[in-house]
């Protein structure tokens, strides 16, 4: 993993860190041989969302920026509107709970009652009425070249990660052109995609120009957050659902999957794609002899 490590990271707003306290912790076992080995396993916590004094969910999670992945779940659940008026957001690190306030009343008992537990790892949670906000949806004609992409796939890829040290994790990269912005990683995808969002809503982020990048499957709670959040390409190493792909034809998302080395293969939204590269100018993917599985 060489390099990895020796990848820049001076240019993200926000770049994993995968050495923070609290995000994983050594664990002894035998492999196949029957010889003691120790490796680095994924912490994962509840955590408490309340919206003024309703509690919400309670999400697993890794940890790391409670706030943002409050804000975001809130945000892409349609419970915060467009320029909703945010009071307050307090963590409380021992009682494991975020409290967002707002200067408006909100009431969603009956909301809470129509929840869809999704696919994404560590149980996901979407609610009934999410589909409908999609009628509403229009993403902007915004050109992506297909020279950002192969770009972004390679520097990434070569950023270091916790999903690179210990796997079992998902990382969600926000991109403007051929350059990550921030990149968040969970437990569960769905919660590294809010943390996006609570980013954006926090400093005030324009979604027209960027592209969501996510090592994990392009499901349809992935299509539906990034299309609720104005972003209009949405590009993943891994492959799709087919409800996903129903879902980004119908809002005219750009969705790209199987990003590896000089391959991808793109299931809607074509028209965005400027063709700019030469996929046979772009270097294959070298085969990993690590970490496997874990997207």
Not at 70 to 84: I, P, T, V
Not at 93 to 121: F, I, N, W
Not at 177 to 186: A, I, N, Q, S, T
């Amino acid at each position: 993993m060489q390099l990895a490590r020796d990848a820049d990271i001076s240019d993200y707003l926000i770049a994993p860190d995968p050495g923070r306290d609290g995000l994983a912790r050594a664990v002894t076992g035998v492999d196949h041989n029957g010889v003691e080995t120790t490796i680095r396993v994924v912490e994962e916590r509840p955590l408490t969302i309340f919206l003024n004094g309703q509690e919400i969910v309670t999400a697993m999670t890794i940890g790391d920026y409670p706030e943002y992945l409050a804000l975001g779940f809130l945000r892409n659940q349609r419970m915060l509107r467009d320029g909703e008026a945010i009071t307050g957001v307090d963590f409380d690190e021992e009682l494991e709970t975020v409290v967002v306030r707002t200067a408006r009343a909100t009431d969603y008992e009956d909301k809470l009652k129509r929840k869809t537990r999704t696919s994404g790892c560590a149980v996901g949670t979407v609610f009934g009425d999410m589909m409908e906000g999609l009628d509403s949806v229009q993403l902007p004609a915004t050109p992506v070249r297909t020279s950002w992409l192969y770009a972004l796939a390679a520097r990434i890829n070569r950023t270091p990660s916790l999903y690179l040290e210990a796997g079992a994790i998902h990382g969600t990269v926000l991109c403007q052109g051929d350059r990550p912005l921030v990149y968040m990683e969970d437990v569960g995808r769905h919660n590294a995609v809010d943390k996006i969002a609570g980013w954006m809503l926090s400093e005030r982020v324009s979604p027209e120009d960027k592209i969501l990048y996510t090592t994990g499957r392009l499901t349809s709670e992935m299509v539906i957050k990034t299309a609720m959040m104005g972003i209009p390409v949405l590009a993943s190493r891994s492959g799709f659902t087919a409800w996903g792909v129903e879902i980004a034809q119908s809002v005219g998302l750009t969705l790209i999957g199987r990003l590896r080395g000089q391959r991808f293969v793109c299931l809607s939204g074509e028209d965005r794609l400027v063709r700019d590269a030469d996929p046979a100018s772009v270097a294959e993917e070298p085969r990993k002899s690590g970490r496997k599985g874990s997207a």
